[in-house]
């Protein structure tokens, strides 16, 4: 895992992933160069980070670092 300080996201991004997760709509999201398409199921704090729990198309729970996340 990398050990990088977080960087906090653009407001704009973090309510967009906070609105997505209440009305369940599917967002297109890059992660390690990697495109994928995911549902927001939930955007938390844990360990000085901000992290988004979402579901990717064939059920997989996915736990990303919203910093690591390009959309």
């Not at 609105?19 to 495109?35: C, D, E, P, T, Y």
């Amino acid at each position: 895992m990398n050990d990088t300080p977080y960087q906090p996201i653009a407001c704009a991004d973090h309510e967009r992933l906070e609105f997505a997760a209440l009305r369940k709509q599917w967002l297109k999201v890059s992660v390690g160069g990697i495109a994928q398409r995911v549902l927001p199921l939930d955007v938390y704090t844990r360990d000085g980070a901000e992290w988004l729990l979402a579901e990717t198309q064939s059920g997989e729970q996915l736990t990303l670092r919203l910093d690591r996340l390009q959309f």
